[in-house]
């Protein structure tokens, strides 16, 4: 048997290296076109609640219905609201179905906390801002109101706005109108 001319051997060495470097690169862009997809799927998973949840700390701009932006820092979020902070003691609660915009939360998500977090609705918050008693600011509609939260109820909240004398005027404000309820 003859020997191969020399250079012949180096020559199939070199097509045999190139054969595994272009299966390399196909693995890799394979696996990375996985993970692209991958991504997205989880991506498309994430809630605008989990974007707030991450956000806990970080000025936002919030951008309700029928009102002027609300500016502040997330001191927590829930699937039904978010809790901004205006200033040392002024808070403002916006039911998420008020939100038609959030400037500044970031590319971060934080899943929900689970059960518990899930069964703290607005109603939750509200009755814990009726039960403290404060004086409060609420924007339903295109309609301001300045009073206190007196009870709340499945799907609304019923606001006393004083009058003259010790009279006051009571106002059943149905969750889906509510903007926002600022206290401070």
Do not use: C, K, N
Not at 54 to 67: D, I, T, W
Not at 115 to 129: D, F, T, Y
């Amino acid at each position: 048997m003859d020997p191969l001319p020399y250079g012949v051997g180096m020559r199939w060495e070199a097509l045999f290296q190139d054969m595994e470097a272009q299966l390399e690169a196909d693995e890799r862009a394979a696996v990375r076109a996985g993970v692209a997809e991958l991504v997205r799927a989880e991506r498309a998973t994430v809630r605008t609640a989990d974007r707030l949840r991450a956000a806990v700390g970080r000025q936002v701009r919030v951008q309700v219905m029928g009102a002027d932006a609300v500016e502040g820092e997330v001191v927590d979020a829930a699937e039904q609201w978010v809790l901004l902070a205006l200033g040392p003691s002024r808070r403002v609660l916006v039911p998420a179905a008020a939100i038609v915009a959030v400037a500044g939360v970031g590319r971060q998500a934080q899943p929900d906390g689970g059960v518990v977090e899930r069964r703290l609705g607005l109603g939750h918050a509200l009755r814990a801002l009726a039960r403290d008693r404060s004086p409060v600011g609420v924007r339903a509609g295109d309609v301001d109101m300045h009073g206190r939260l007196e009870a709340v109820g499945a799907d609304h909240v019923d606001v006393m706005v004083p009058g003259p004398g010790r009279t006051g005027l009571v106002w059943t404000v149905p969750f889906d109108a509510l903007v926002w309820v600022r206290t401070g």
